[in-house]
């Protein structure tokens, strides 16, 4: 294995691709970047602030977050010392993700949402191993309910010299914990399943490699950080090739992101493919009769080409940024409408298991495309 450890990984892609942009992000709806030198130097330090805070190898650190750059963030300082993350999925209910929290014993925890903060803040006599809190998406507010932002907390870290972060880099193994996946989706007494660096490593090299992935390539994720595929194909596999990681700020509507950071893979829950196909039938429903009816008839069998189909589909695609090539989602039934739509625009769907016995994401493998095998080619957990 080249790398020893995630951090090595990442740090390499530190140096090769210093000045292209690694994480893609919406400000007032415009697109900004960070380049993987600022990722790296944003990651150390937050790394030296989890030092001056006393993070010790093997440490778990919650990240309660929607997928967002701030949580990547803190997701790469956590594995960069030895640290175990245990991401929590926003999306359960909070007294569900407060379980996971305590049954995790994280004496840190990156959070974000100031309902969730408050929420917590009230019940912190039931984390009695927390020590540390930190609130996420707070640029502007330098504390919420006593909690400091990214920002702030980063402050802490300027007595930390940057070379302790970098001996502590050094000294992760391949074998250690990077982080525990909750099993069955997360859900009330699923189970924790622990990942090591090696294991992590092994999956997203073999997704960067059988996927052919470059620097040039642009991944727009909707999946959260909690989820073991977004952790190997939509974070390390990404890093793995140096292909620039996408956040959207509006999942319920993502044709606009698509459109605006033109990505070449998207990772996405079933529910995205059915809106994605949803916003085109509104879209030329309000369309005049002609080309109304140009979109009914090529889509009434996508499946099949047609000359509706022709002239209909490569400009949806355009409108969905042009690039790209491959929407891999969980192994669920899709629609067969929703299915041929896709196809119709040779774009590949490229589900993947996501099976309760997560352990098994060991020995995820995914066989190389081979022509119009890439429209059925399956990227398998187990």
Not at 93 to 106: D, I, K, V, Y
Not at 239 to 247: D, E, T
Not at 352 to 366: M, Q, R, S, W
């Amino acid at each position: 294995m080249p790398h020893k450890n995630l951090a090595t990984l990442f740090q390499n892609r530190t140096y090769l691709n210093a000045a292209r942009a690694g994480i893609k992000y919406t400000v007032d709806g415009r697109e900004a970047s960070l380049s993987w030198q600022q990722v790296g130097t944003e990651v150390r330090n937050i790394g030296r602030a989890l030092l001056a805070r006393g993070l010790k190898p093997g440490d778990r650190v919650g990240i309660w977050s929607r997928l967002q750059p701030e949580a990547i963030l803190a997701e790469l300082a956590t594995i960069s010392l030895g640290g175990v993350s245990i991401a929590i999925d926003p999306e359960i209910p909070f007294e569900t993700g407060f379980q996971q929290l305590q049954r995790s014993g994280a004496p840190y925890l990156f959070l974000e949402g100031k309902e969730s903060i408050e929420q917590t803040m009230k019940r912190t006599s039931d984390l009695q191993s927390m020590k540390v809190f930190v609130a996420l998406g707070q640029k502007d507010a330098p504390h919420i309910s006593g909690i400091p932002s990214l920002s702030t907390f980063k402050s802490d870290g300027r007595a930390v010299p940057a070379v302790q972060f970098y001996d502590r880099l050094e000294q992760v193994g391949s074998d250690n914990e990077a982080c525990w996946i909750f099993g069955n989706g997360g859900r009330e007494n699923s189970s924790e399943f622990r990942l090591t660096h090696a294991q992590i490593l092994a999956n997203s090299l073999s997704l960067s490699e059988s996927l052919a992935l470059t620097s040039a390539d642009t991944c727009l994720s909707l999946l959260p950080l909690s989820h073991a595929t977004e952790r190997t194909f939509g974070l390390y596999a990404m890093i793995c090739s140096g292909a620039a990681i996408a956040f959207s700020e509006r999942p319920e509507d993502i044709v606009p992101d698509l459109s605006l950071f033109r990505p070449n893979l998207l990772l996405c829950r079933n529910r995205t493919l059915s809106q994605i196909h949803h916003h085109f039938q509104e879209h030329f429903r309000s369309a005049l009769p002609p080309m109304r009816y140009l979109f009914q008839s090529a889509v009434a069998d996508a499946s099949t080409p047609t000359l509706a189909g022709r002239f209909v589909f490569p400009r949806i695609r355009k409108m969905m940024g042009g690039e790209i090539r491959t929407v891999a989602y969980p192994q669920e039934d899709v629609d067969p409408n929703v299915a041929a739509f896709f196809r119709a625009m040779e774009i590949d769907l490229l589900p993947f298991e996501t099976a309760p016995d997560l352990p098994n994401v060991i020995g995820l493998k995914v066989r190389p495309f081979k022509g119009k095998e890439r429209a059925t080619s399956t990227a398998r957990i187990g």
